[in-house]
Nanobody, 122 residues
Framework: QVQLVESGGGLVQAGGSLRLSCAAS????????MGWFRQAPGKEREFVAR????????YYADSVKGRFTISRDNTKNTGYLQMNSLKPEDTAVYYC???????????????WGQGTQVTVSS
């Protein structure tokens, strides 16, 4: 099993920045990919970004490309999502997740954190 714990959410004004963290523990070698997803009220969970733990390859949703940066620190088993130029439509609960293979579909991720709320005011 892999345990994931997110932190760093909060309230920020439009145009501001936040950095989310995702600390992984347990059988971390079984989750080769770390992904970030978000879910707004009344909407489906959507893919935001993913990164390979070993190769660092990244992939972003078009809606966040150029504003968000995903990274990881293998020495700390921690992943990050730096969010800049935030918009009100970025408001959602943000989840980190772990998968064995690269994917953007939530059901292909086996491990999930509890989520952290990000609220962007206009």
């Amino acid at each position: 099993q892999v345990q994931l714990v997110e932190s760093g959410g909060g309230l920020v004004q439009a145009g501001g920045s936040l950095r989310l963290s995702c600390a992984a523990s347990g059988r971390t070698f079984s989750a080769n990919i770390m992904g970030w997803f978000r879910q707004a009220p009344g909407k489906e969970r959507e893919f935001v970004a993913r990164i390979g733990w070993s190769n660092g390859l990244t992939y972003y949703a078009d809606s966040v490309k150029g504003r968000f940066t995903i990274s990881r620190d293998n020495t700390k088993n921690t992943g990050y999502l730096q969010m800049n130029s935030l918009k009100p439509e970025d408001t959602a609960v943000y989840y980190c997740a772990g998968a064995e293979y690269s994917a953007i579909i939530p059901r292909l991720y086996n491990y999930w954190g509890q989520g952290t709320q990000v609220t962007v005011s206009s």
